[in-house]
């Protein structure tokens, strides 16, 4: 990659009037131009102009082991030289998927019986409906369809995971969402409590509109719940105390499974292997990504327990296929840097490693909560959030024309740090290899970002 202005300038260019960008305004973008980056560092990305930044946000809260990891480019370089390219129809099999499934199953929260692969968050999820409904249908039971998510949450983008997706944004003039995809209240406290409502009452609130709902849309209808432990791209909204426990008695009750969304929370980043574990989740089907990889490659997993597989199978044979797979699925260097990438977590004790730094980091955000302009401080593990609002009642926001978030995810930008901005929500989610020092100089740079807000 040369450096000259005129060959930055001629890329930008290429980016501009070639490139139809995901999730950005691209009016905005044909006067604004790309931000190119060129190369990793450990927690930071460096630019093509050589400025660094570090990477609050993990990029999309996938790069768990920050951007050079020398083992995951070994793992996939090996890979690709010994097999660049294999499918997994039709009986085939690669060595490292079937290395990575057996070791998904031992890691999984709860038993879980196989795993399916596949490329996206989105694509986990699709396929994981997409066996809800195979599944009702092998046991007889067709009108078991309906998928219950809720308000912010976050699933992905194809059609189906773009309708579980609770943010008008991902379903306006796209016509979603599908039909028989509900969604149910946001469970977060600050913002949705009645006034003096505790964590626990406004978790029974919710549980008990969640019982009235599967009772008036018929048990009958509805097939499965689905749920992030922590909301994301929603807020990074930590559930209320109790909330999980509750709502699964409701399911339970029901019998309606439960999908837990591990996208972003699988692999420790709530300070857990998985964030059912640090809420009490006992999932039917489990969906990850991300951090699978530490986002060095496009991979997904679904993971479905006995119960689903059972049918999956019986189902199949009488059908003579399960029809459903991606080119994809398994890819053989996916797996290997997966792989890789759990194996290094392990080594590094990287579980450990987040419940050490978490106080730390959850002491920070406590002490931006105290700013004026921050409403409310919140997160988990190595996850968290500084939600703008003018004071701490939950019950007042900016003008959205003031675009305070974006503001503030702008001015960190300029002082040398990415965070994103979604709404008036400043989200965090730092690589899990970083160090004291390096979360201290995070802090830091958002402290002067904050300062020139303010
Ligand atoms: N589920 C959750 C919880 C996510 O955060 C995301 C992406 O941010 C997805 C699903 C979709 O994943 P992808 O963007 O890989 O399709």
Not at 329 to 349: F, I, M, N
Not at 393 to 407: I, Y
Request: net charge negative; hydrophobic share 45%.
């Amino acid at each position: 990659m040369t450096t000259t202005s005129d060959s930055i300038q001629a890329l930008r260019q290429l980016d501009t009037q070639s490139h139809l960008h995901a999730y950005t305004n691209a009016q905005a973008h044909a006067e604004q131009g790309p931000l190119v980056v060129v190369r990793g560092h450990g927690v930071e990305v460096e630019d093509d102009q050589g400025r660094r930044y570090i990477e609050g946000m993990s990029g999309l809260w996938c790069a768990s082991l920050g951007f050079s990891h020398p083992r995951l480019a070994e793992a996939g370089a090996q890979a690709l030289r010994t097999l660049p390219y294999y499918h997994t129809f039709n009986h085939r099999s690669n060595p490292a998927v079937a290395q990575l499934a057996a070791k998904l199953l031992a890691l999984a929260p709860v038993p879980m019986a196989r795993v399916f692969f596949a490329n996206s968050g989105s694509e986990a999820n699709d396929s994981a409906v997409k066996m809800v409904w195979y599944h009702f249908n092998a046991l007889g039971q067709p009108g078991k369809k309906k998928i219950i998510a809720r308000q912010r949450g976050y699933h992905g983008v194809t059609v189906a995971s773009a309708s579980l997706t609770g943010l008008p944004g991902n379903h306006a003039d796209f016509d979603l969402p599908l039909p028989r995809m509900l969604h149910v209240d946001c469970p977060h406290h600050w913002r949705n409590a009645l006034p003096g409502e505790s964590e626990e009452a406004f978790a029974t609130r919710l549980a008990d509109a969640l019982d009235a709902r599967i009772q008036a849309e018929g048990p009958d209808t509805v097939a499965a719940f689905i749920a992030e432990p922590v909301m994301g791209a929603g807020g990074v909204i930590v559930p209320p105390a109790t909330y999980f426990e509750k709502i699964q008695a409701v399911l339970k009750k029901h019998d309606v499974l439960l999908i837990a969304d591990e996208v972003i929370c699988g692999f420790g980043r709530t300070g857990a292997m998985w964030g059912s574990q640090t809420f009490g989740l006992k999932p039917d089907i489990l969906t990850c990504a991300k951090a699978l990889s530490s986002g060095y490659v496009p991979i997904s997993a679904v993971m479905v327990n006995e119960r689903i597989h059972a049918s999956l199978m019986a189902n199949s044979g009488r059908l003579g296929t399960f029809g459903h797979g991606y080119t994809y699925s398994g890819h053989p260097v996916a797996c290997a840097v997966a792989l890789e990438t759990l194996q290094v977590y392990e080594d590094d004790h990287i579980l450990d490693r987040v419940q050490a730094l978490s106080p730390r980091f959850l002491a920070a955000l406590r002490h931006f909560g105290e700013r004026a302009v921050v409403g409310e401080a919140r997160g988990v593990g190595l996850i968290g959030a500084l939600e703008l609002a003018p004071d701490k009642s939950g019950k007042t926001a900016f003008p959205p024309a003031a675009k305070a978030g974006p503001r503030l995810a702008q001015l960190a930008l300029e002082e040398g740090l990415v965070v994103r901005a979604m709404g008036d929500t400043i989200a965090l989610c730092p690589p899990l290899i970083i160090t004291e020092a390096e979360l201290d100089e995070l802090f830091a740079r958002l402290g002067r970002a904050f300062d020139r807000f303010e």
